[in-house]
């Protein structure tokens, strides 16, 4: 799923994240990425996805609002909740949502990607690509309808 990386990232001073969070942003795909959190022993993998294709893919999605489970094992979701207050990198600050397990990333104001467990984002990918392939606007909708009713049927073959 678009571009993979690892950040070892050492203090929230650190300028890593923020070149992390800005190749996400010019890219404009998601970016999975490998935290390696100082203090903690487990790494921890999310996927960087920009506002606008989280929109994309949100609006496609037929239950983008629900997580249904997928992250409940994950070690992000099943460890104690963190501090409420935003983290900052740079020009970027991190904002985790308590429930869900997401984080919003936001730049001067405004989220320009979120961070999402690896199998949230999959789920969320498919689930978006597979109702857009189904999906017809009414002129194309009109336009194959005409197409089929003049085609021959089985039975004149």
Same mark, same amino acid.
Request: proline share 5%; hydrophobic share 45%; charged share 30%.
């Given at each position: /799923?678009g571009? &993979?990386i690892?950040? =070892?990232v050492?203090?929230?001073?650190?300028d890593? /994240?923020? +070149? !992390?969070?800005?190749?996400?942003d010019? !890219?404009?795909e998601? =970016?999975? =990425?490998?935290?390696?959190?100082e $203090?903690?022993?487990e *790494? &921890?993998?999310? =996927?960087? @996805?920009? #506002?606008a294709t989280?929109a994309l893919?949100e609006?496609?999605?037929?239950t *983008?609002g629900t997580?249904? $489970?997928?992250g409940?094992?994950?070690? #992000? @979701?099943?460890?104690?909740p963190?501090?409420a207050?935003?983290?900052?990198? $740079?020009?970027?600050t991190?904002f985790?949502?308590? @429930?869900?397990?997401r984080?919003? @990333?936001?730049?001067k104001?405004? !989220?320009v990607?979120?961070l999402?467990?690896p199998d949230?984002a999959?789920?969320?990918?498919?689930? *978006?690509?597979? !109702?857009?392939q189904g999906? /017809?606007d009414? +002129?194309?909708?009109a336009a194959?309808?005409e197409?089929?009713?003049?085609?021959?049927?089985?039975?004149?073959e």
């Amino acid at each position: /799923m678009g571009i &993979e990386i690892d950040v =070892v990232v050492g203090y929230p001073t650190d300028d890593e /994240m923020e +070149k !992390v969070l800005g190749l996400a942003d010019a !890219v404009g795909e998601p =970016v999975t =990425v490998t935290f390696l959190w100082e $203090g903690r022993e487990e *790494a &921890e993998r999310a =996927v960087l @996805v920009p #506002a606008a294709t989280l929109a994309l893919w949100e609006h496609w999605a037929p239950t *983008a609002g629900t997580t249904s $489970g997928a992250g409940d094992e994950s070690g #992000a @979701v099943a460890r104690e909740p963190e501090l409420a207050h935003p983290a900052e990198f $740079g020009a970027f600050t991190l904002f985790r949502r308590r @429930v869900g397990g997401r984080t919003a @990333v936001a730049r001067k104001g405004v !989220v320009v990607a979120e961070l999402l467990d690896p199998d949230e984002a999959r789920r969320l990918r498919q689930s *978006a690509r597979d !109702v857009r392939q189904g999906f /017809m606007d009414p +002129k194309q909708r009109a336009a194959f309808e005409e197409f089929l009713a003049r085609q021959a049927s089985l039975d004149e073959e």
